[in-house]
Nanobody, 124 residues
């Protein structure tokens, strides 16, 4: 019953911005914590950001803090990832995830519900 669809990926130059979207069902959006993860070629999947369904608190990886912003739009059942001041190291496939535990999203790569991913490529 949990379905996540990412969009908004693409190719941008370093220093540019991109906005990713993750559309979810109403039940998923209102009952699950949402997060963004990414996986670069030859690397393990890593945590990027997450937002709590209970109180709206958000958390970020140190590598993206002050550059990325995660947000929820209840009217559209969508979670966003605003990506600013992009750098080459941000190049990866970005995945949306839904999980019942907010702390699990923050501390590990969870056994969560995943979207299929959207490619982000940053060039110099």
């Amino acid at each position: 019953q949990v379905q996540l669809v990412e969009s908004g990926g693409g190719s941008v130059q370093a220093g540019g911005s991109l906005r990713l979207s993750c559309a979810a069902s109403v039940r998923t959006f209102t009952n699950y914590n949402m997060g963004w993860f990414r996986q670069a070629p030859g690397k393990e999947r890593e945590f990027v950001a997450a937002v709590s369904v209970s109180d709206g608190r958000s958390s970020y990886a140190d590598s993206v803090k002050d550059r990325f912003t995660i947000s929820r739009d209840s009217a559209k059942n969508t979670v966003y990832l605003q990506m600013n001041r992009l750098i080459l190291e941000d190049t990866a496939v970005y995945y949306c995830a839904a999980h019942t535990s907010y702390t699990t999203l923050l501390t590990t790569i969870p056994d969560a519900y995943w979207g299929h991913g959207t490619q982000v490529t940053v060039s110099s």
